[in-house]
């Protein structure tokens, strides 16, 4: 049996897990992220139980992902001051001495709903996660984009709404950006309680579905994605989906021409077909990526 090695590295923790050939789970666990000093070594010996073939990771960022960049695989400009410009991708091949794969957590996700969730067979897909940050991992043509840097849409400018209590959003290099007024901790902020305490009905809900409708206006008039992925902590509120969909039929005011618009975005803008195991199964297809790029005689 062939088993991969997958990580979903995030800001307050990693979710290691190793799977099968068939992609099934064969154990999973969390660590906290702390340093690198302390966390890598923890997440190598997990690894190291396995024969696995090649990791694939899932990372916060931003990251470089250009392939002939010196830095390819490293963690960039990240706020995680212990993680700035950490080679992960490159500490790992070293301790492993397998193929690695990297990607944003976003991409990752995206990807793995292409292959396996929700937006299976499309062509173009955006997936988004509501929780801590917002960011979006984005599918062109099968493959995600990095272009320039890779996406980063949860940092677009929307525009902050007369009903909005609080005067200036809460993210540090752009204030009134969507993350800073809409992800997790900007929702905290503005009503003084968490987002998953906060009730159906409460006004905050008709802030949140305005400001991610713009999102979702924005994604559709930029790249025509034949489906929108919401998933994140925000979005395990059910009734927030709805609210977005009828706000941005609303907003796109009959310009987009389709049936899935006529139909009010029902099966358009949609939660992950794969739950919460949108983002590891993704650094699961990533390793099993990183593998097949190996000359045959090496594998
Ligand atoms: P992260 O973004 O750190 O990976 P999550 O996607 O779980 O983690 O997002 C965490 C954010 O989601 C927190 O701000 C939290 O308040 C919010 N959250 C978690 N659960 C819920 C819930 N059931 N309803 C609304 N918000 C939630
Ligand atoms: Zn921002």
Not at 102 to 112: P, Q, S
Request: negative net charge; aromatic residues 6%.
């Amino acid at each position: 049996m062939r088993v991969y090695g997958a990580l979903e590295a995030g800001g307050t923790k990693m979710v290691l897990a190793v799977m099968d050939e068939h992609g099934t789970i064969r154990e999973q666990t969390s660590v906290p992220t702390r340093t690198p000093n302390e966390t890598m070594p923890e997440m190598v010996d997990f690894f190291r139980k396995y024969p696995i073939r090649a990791l694939g990771i899932g990372c916060f960022g931003p990251l470089d992902l250009n392939p002939v960049s010196v830095a390819y695989g490293r963690i960039t400009a990240t706020p995680k001051l212990a993680w700035r410009d950490y080679p992960i991708l490159q500490a790992f091949e070293e301790a492993l001495d397998i193929p690695v794969g990297v990607d944003t957590d976003v991409n990752a996700a995206a990807i793995a709903e292409v292959k396996l969730g929700a937006a299976q067979g499309l062509d173009i897909c955006l997936y988004v996660t509501v929780g801590t940050g917002i960011g979006g991992g984005l599918i062109i043509h099968g493959k995600p984009v990095h272009g320039l840097v890779h996406p980063e849409i949860g940092h677009i400018s929307v525009v902050p709404l007369p009903a909005d209590p609080m005067s200036q959003g809460c993210c540090p290099y752009h204030g009134n950006c969507l993350e800073g007024l809409a992800a997790g901790p900007s929702i905290e902020r503005r009503w003084g309680i968490s987002a998953k305490e906060l009730p159906e009905g409460h006004p905050a809900w008709e802030l949140e579905s305005g400001y991610l409708s713009q999102l979702c206006v924005s994604a559709m008039l930029s790249f025509s994605p034949e489906k929108i992925i919401l998933g994140g902590g925000v979005m395990q509120k059910d009734f927030l989906l709805p609210m977005i969909r009828e706000k941005t039929v609303h907003a796109l005011h009959g310009y987009v021409a389709h049936p899935a618009v006529d139909a009010g975005l029902k099966d358009y803008i949609v939660e992950p077909g794969l739950a919460t195991k949108s983002g590891i199964m993704g650094a699961y297809l990533l390793a099993r990526q990183a593998e097949n790029i190996l000359p045959e005689d090496d594998k």
